[in-house]
């Protein structure tokens, strides 16, 4: 598959499109030394950088601003780094500006200033995520056991079908690409929901 077509799948928000997008950007940069280390220390996991990137990319149209240069997967990630690097309360003022360019120059994207409080949008992606999961475990617990598996614990499609005794990898991945196209509709569901009081 070519960038142009993957680029094409993750616009129209299509389960193949997000599927390449966990296995090619989420999972490898959450696995990768430089990031893994942060994100323990700061609670974070693959799953709440997927939604992020999903808010992101979807819902605030930033994928829009992809020009095709680099790689679409090289370009994904740098924003899952920010995500990362910003995820520490302590580090507000800072900024990962590997990519960006002062004014827009270069075709990407304008650096900005941070205007909102990274902590609360952390916390209430957290919140927002488990209740995401509670929607799905309530519908059925073994799909929810397979996207915790892949998501929280980094288990294969092997691992995960041999653990769960499940008849094939094919079969695993199929029920997680529900999982994941379930989790952004039930996402809808909460986002506007104020679950702050019970913080």
């Not at 598959?1 to 129209?12: G, H, I, R, S, Y």
């Amino acid at each position: 598959m070519t960038d142009a077509e993957w680029l094409e799948l993750v616009k129209k928000g299509e389960d193949e499109g997000w599927k390449l997008v966990w296995e090619r950007v989420v999972e490898p940069e959450s696995r990768s030394q430089r990031s893994s280390g942060i994100m323990h220390r700061n609670s974070l996991d693959a799953s709440d950088l997927m939604g992020m990137l999903y808010e992101e990319m979807i819902g605030g149209g930033k994928i829009n601003l992809f020009r095709g240069e680099g790689s679409l997967a090289g370009w994904l990630r740098r924003y899952v780094r920010g995500y990362i690097l910003n995820s520490n309360p302590n580090t507000h003022g800072e900024m990962s500006i590997e990519g960006a360019f002062a004014d827009g120059e270069g075709n990407c994207a304008a650096m900005e200033l941070p205007v909102e409080d990274k902590q609360l949008i952390s916390k209430e992606v957290w919140i927002n995520t488990h209740y995401c999961f509670h929607d799905l475990w309530m519908k059925d617990p073994e799909r929810a056991y397979i996207h915790l598996l892949k998501t929280r614990f980094h288990f294969s499609s092997e691992e995960t079908k041999n653990f769960l005794d499940i008849s094939s990898t094919a079969n695993v991945d199929q029920i997680f690409s529900r999982n994941v196209k379930f989790m952004r509709e039930s996402w809808k569901k909460h986002e506007n929901r104020d679950h702050r009081k019970n913080i």
